[in-house]
């Protein structure tokens, strides 16, 4: 039987300490978890619930924001805590991303937090994301995006910052509308799309804001993988398992390689990438396409 341990190392207690806990600290685990043998570590925030193997290394994090893990403040903050922390944890080598909520992955930004807002707070938001996913595109760790469900916009720049994706089959979408929304994504998350699928799909994919069915995901290469809903976790844990087979000094070091320039990048541009954020989120005709799409997600029902 596998051992569940609140808070067993110096790493989960500085975690625990840094978010309110919800009342549950029970690890929330898929019955189909290949990890169900192992000893596990748990934790969980309110809104990101957090297991580790300790005899493989592998964390899984679960996003746990109902109704549709939109990114908000709160999730923002958690999820950046989460990531740091893993990669502070030495016997920590892998990093398994996925959703509490089967057929919802994440639903992007919380659009409400740039719905009437200040400048000044959607200038704080836009940091919070932009470190957020400094702290996940340029982690040491492998890092699996197991997407079980819808990923649009904010859900696939989680997913694109991730090594590898594996996605669920049916009718679940991934893709970067943000156009839209009337919204311009930034370069370094267009950056993503272009080395994930290449300059001519991502143009037109970002132009015209474009949704993908998962199949068509798939042959883009927009993900990495396609499997049934229910074996979503077990493939992502397979997968990584395989990746650990390469020794992780040579893996992480070639990894920021290849992924410095963009991370310089938007550290060095931190500033005018928040002041575009502000300019365009806050502009009248782009305040009223967000009111419009709201109203939209609304009517669905
Ligand atoms: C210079 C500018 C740079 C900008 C770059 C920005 C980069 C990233 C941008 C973004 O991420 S913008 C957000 C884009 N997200 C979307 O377009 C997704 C919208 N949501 C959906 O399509 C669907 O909700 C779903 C994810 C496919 C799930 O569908 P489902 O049928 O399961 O749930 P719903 O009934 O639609 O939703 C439930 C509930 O949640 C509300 N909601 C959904 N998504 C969001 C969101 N992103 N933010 C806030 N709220 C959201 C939805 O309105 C429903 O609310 P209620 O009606 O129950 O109150």
Redesign the pocket.
């Known amino acids: 039987m596998a051992t569940f341990i609140a808070s067993g190392g110096r790493v989960w207690r500085k975690f625990v300490k840094t978010f309110p806990l919800g009342s549950n600290l029970s690890l929330k685990r898929s019955p189909t978890s290949a990890l169900a043998n192992g000893r596990l570590s748990s934790t969980s925030s309110e809104n990101v619930l957090v297991s580790k193997d300790e005899k493989s290394g592998i964390a899984t994090v679960r996003m746990n924001n109902p109704?549709?893990n939109?990114?908000n403040t709160a999730l923002l903050l958690s999820l950046r805590s989460c990531f740091e922390e893993l990669e502070k944890d030495k016997s920590c080598r892998a990093l398994i991303l996925t959703s509490n909520k089967p057929?919802?992955f994440c639903?992007?930004?919380?659009?409400?937090e740039?719905y009437q807002k200040s400048p000044d707070y959607v200038g704080q938001f836009?940091e919070k994301?932009q470190d957020m996913w400094l702290s996940l595109y340029g982690s040491r760790l492998v890092t699996m995006a197991a997407i079980n469900g819808?990923s649009?916009?904010?859900?696939c720049?989680l997913s694109l910052a991730c090594d590898y994706r594996i996605m669920a089959e049916g009718n679940f979408?991934i893709g970067?509308?943000?156009t839209?929304?009337d919204?311009?994504?930034?370069f370094w998350?267009r950056q993503m799309m272009v080395d994930a699928i290449g300059y001519r799909q991502a143009e037109m994919a970002l132009m015209v804001g474009a949704l993908y069915p998962s199949n068509k995901a798939l042959q883009l290469g927009l993900v990495d993988k396609l499997v049934p809903i229910e074996d979503v976790q077990t493939v992502a844990e397979e997968e990584v398992k395989n990746w650990l087979k390469i020794p992780d000094q040579a893996r992480a070091i070639t990894k920021m390689a290849s992924r410095k320039p963009l991370l310089d990048e938007l550290r060095k541009r931190k500033q005018e990438d928040i002041q575009?954020?502000r300019d365009?989120?806050t502009r009248e005709s782009v305040q009223l396409s967000i009111q419009q799409?709201?109203d939209k997600?609304?009517a669905?029902?």
């Open positions: 109704p549709v939109s990114l057929k919802v639903a992007g930004l919380d659009i409400l740039l836009w994301v819808h649009p916009a904010g859900g720049l979408v970067l509308n943000e839209q929304l919204l311009v994504a930034p998350l575009t954020f365009e989120t799409y709201l997600l609304k669905k029902k």
